[in-house]
């Protein structure tokens, strides 16, 4: 297993997008990096404290219902939707992609991930890379903002 400093670096959308359609099993993990969520193994929920079955994650595999649209329209919203959590859970909180067996659900209906092995960082011009992308579209998404703030017209 390596350690995640030695993870190499994806520095854009469209590397990161040849990652996704050359792979599968793919998650994006939120946090302070392999080499401190390998040692614990889980996640733990945040409301209750009960320790989970898997590392929280979200997945980047292409949906069925997806095929025939763009994958890196896909992929600039699985980032998207999900790129307010270094605001919210602190400093150090940085992207990366693991590769892993889900092994549940955690309380968001988050896959939980087992059997991980990170394959790299995501740089966070690839995070503004995402958000360019999802601006460009006609249709309002929304990030998953629990805050109640809305979305910047």
């Known amino acids: 297993m390596r350690e995640g400093d ?3 670096v994806v520095r854009s959308l469209a ?3 040849d990652l996704v359609d050359g792979n599968r099993r793919l998650y994006v993990r939120w946090s302070r990096g392999p080499e401190t969520d390998l040692c614990k193994v889980s996640s733990t929920d945040d409301l209750t ?4 079955p898997g590392l929280s994650a979200n997945p980047l595999d292409v949906e069925r219902w997806w095929e025939g649209h763009p994958l890196k329209l896909w992929v600039a919203r699985r980032l998207y939707d999900y790129a307010h959590l270094p605001h919210e859970k602190g400093p150090g909180i940085r992207p990366w992609v693991l590769q892993g ?11 939980l991930v087992a059997e991980v ?6 740089d966070p ?11 460009k579209q006609h249709n309002d998404w929304g990030p998953l903002d629990r805050t109640g703030r809305s979305r910047p017209s």
């Open 15 to 17: 590397e990161l997008t």
């Open 117 to 122: 092995h990170p394959m790299c960082w995501i």
């Open 125 to 135: 011009a690839v995070i503004d890379e995402a958000r360019a992308e999802v601006d």
């Open 6 to 8: 030695d993870l190499p």
């Open 49 to 52: 404290g009960v320790p989970m």
């Open 101 to 111: 067996h889900e092994t549940g659900r955690g309380p968001d209906n988050e896959p």
